[in-house]
């Protein structure tokens, strides 16, 4: 009888292919994180953007929505995969500031010149949709501002409490 009536799976739903493609794709936990949905907003605008600009006669603005959506990607995938912790020599908050920074700055930009100098609708768009992004971008770059200076207060309170040891121990040194 062919084929067989009941045929077999070549593979079960959870095997080893579907387990790895897994590992790739972002955990619940890090979407629902303040971080994780900013990479989200952030790739998600710029794509979106970057769409508008291709439609519009505005095409000159195209590569800065790519770059910066290729950038939140990489963001993205380095965050949820925790690459950050594996590699402590880069300072994965520094460059994130400086990303948003830019970011913002440059959406800033480009939205005026696109929604002042180019009549189309596409062009209007991603105008508007570039202030939302700069809205986005600084509201990440803000709150990885705060996490910086606070991790910075913590590491200055640390070394002042070691020199403020260190000159307890010499003064009590001096004494005997």
């Given amino acids: ?13 959870d095997g080893p292919q579907t387990q790895s493609l897994r590992t790739l794709l972002p955990t619940q936990e890090f ?3 303040r971080k994780g949905r900013l990479l989200l907003g952030e790739s998600a605008l710029s794509f979106i953007i970057f769409i508008c600009y ?8 195209l590569t800065v929505p790519l770059l ?3 950038l939140a990607l990489c963001f993205l995938f380095g965050y949820f995969m925790k690459i ?7 300072c994965w908050p520094l460059s994130d500031f400086l990303r948003c920074v830019t970011a913002a700055i440059i959406y800033f930009a480009i939205s005026i010149t696109a929604i002042s100098k180019y009549s189309d609708g596409a062009a209007k768009a991603a ?4 202030f939302i992004a700069t809205i986005v971008y600084a509201f990440d770059f803000y709150v990885i501002f ?11 309170s640390a070394n002042d409490t070691e020199a403020e040891k260190s000159e307890e121990e010499d003064s009590n040194s001096d004494s005997d």
């Fill in 31 to 33: 979407l629902c994180s």
């Fill in 84 to 90: 950050n912790e594996k590699f402590p020599g880069m």
């Fill in 146 to 156: 705060n996490d910086l200076s606070k991790f910075l207060k913590q590491g200055n």
């Fill in 68 to 70: 910066m959506f290729l």
């Fill in 54 to 61: 291709i439609a519009s006669t505005a095409a000159p603005f």
């Fill in 127 to 130: 105008g508007v949709f570039g």
């Fill in 1 to 13: 009888m062919w084929p067989p009536a009941d045929p077999e799976p070549a593979e079960a739903p």
